[in-house]
């Protein structure tokens, strides 16, 4: 009998935990910026700081990637699958603004 009442206090922990989980979410799936680290060093900040001028800190997660194969043209950053390239503030802000208006 204190098998049963374990496993199913058991279950209940982790269904418990699951339901915890789900609730958080829309914060864990946080779409990726990724900057490369290798061909511009510097727009990683610019980057960080555009996304928390325009409000999406929690909507969008920056980080540093390795070479993103297009060095000739720096700034490069991958978005949602698209590689871009020559990456200026301005130009991320309308890439953002653009993705995320109306949401």
């Given at each position: 009998m204190r098998k049963v009442w374990?496993?199913?206090i058991l279950a209940l922990a982790?269904?418990?935990g699951t339901l915890a989980t789900s609730a958080a979410g829309p914060a864990?799936?946080?779409d990726k910026l990724l900057?490369?680290?290798i061909c511009d060093k510097?727009?990683?900040e610019t980057?960080?700081?555009v996304v928390q001028e325009m409000g999406l800190a929690d909507r969008v997660t920056v980080k540093k990637s390795s070479c993103l194969g297009a060095c000739s043209q720096p700034p490069v950053v991958e978005f949602k699958g698209t590689l871009y390239t020559s990456m200026t503030a301005e130009k991320l802000k309308a890439l953002l603004a653009k993705t995320y208006s109306g949401s």
């Open positions: 374990l496993l199913f982790l269904a418990a864990l799936a946080a900057v490369c680290g510097s727009f990683y980057a960080v700081k």
